[in-house]
Nanobody, 121 residues
Framework: QVLVVEAGGGSVQPGGSLRPSCAAS????????MGWHRQTPGKQRDLVAT???????KYADSVKDRFSISRDNAKNTVNLQMNDLKPEDTAVYYC???????????????WGQGTQVTVSS
């Protein structure tokens, strides 16, 4: 059993900051990439940022220079520092972790339940 849980969404005015976090727990042997995606109603879920176990990060062009992803391998956590937020950043943000499970060694993506981020004046 593996769980991925996000926290730290919320509402903020344009130009503000938020720092959602995500923690993976359960029967985990190791975690490969971790990342954040976002989705608005009626649209597909889009990649925001990813980070490898070695710390190499990639970002969507729309958030580059404003968002920063980081992780703590010892705690199985990943954070997304979001600065200079814009109304178009409003979405449900989902954490995903590519996990090797303990025991069977199965590799698959595990998704969190999502956390709402709203940017509005």
């Amino acid at each position: 059993q593996v769980l991925v849980v996000e926290a730290g969404g919320g509402s903020v005015q344009p130009g503000g900051s938020l720092r959602p976090s995500c923690a993976a727990s359960g029967s985990i042997y190791s975690i490969n990439a971790m990342g954040w995606h976002r989705q608005t109603p009626g649209k597909q879920r889009d990649l925001v940022a990813t980070i490898t176990s070695g710390g190499s990060a990639k970002y969507a062009d729309s958030v580059k220079d404003r968002f920063s992803i980081s992780r703590d391998n010892a705690k199985n956590t990943v954070n997304l520092q979001m600065n200079d937020l814009k109304p178009e950043d409003t979405a449900v943000y989902y954490c995903v972790a590519n996990i090797v499970t303990a025991g069977w060694g199965k590799i698959q993506d595990y998704w969190g339940q999502g956390t709402q981020v709203t940017v509005s004046s």
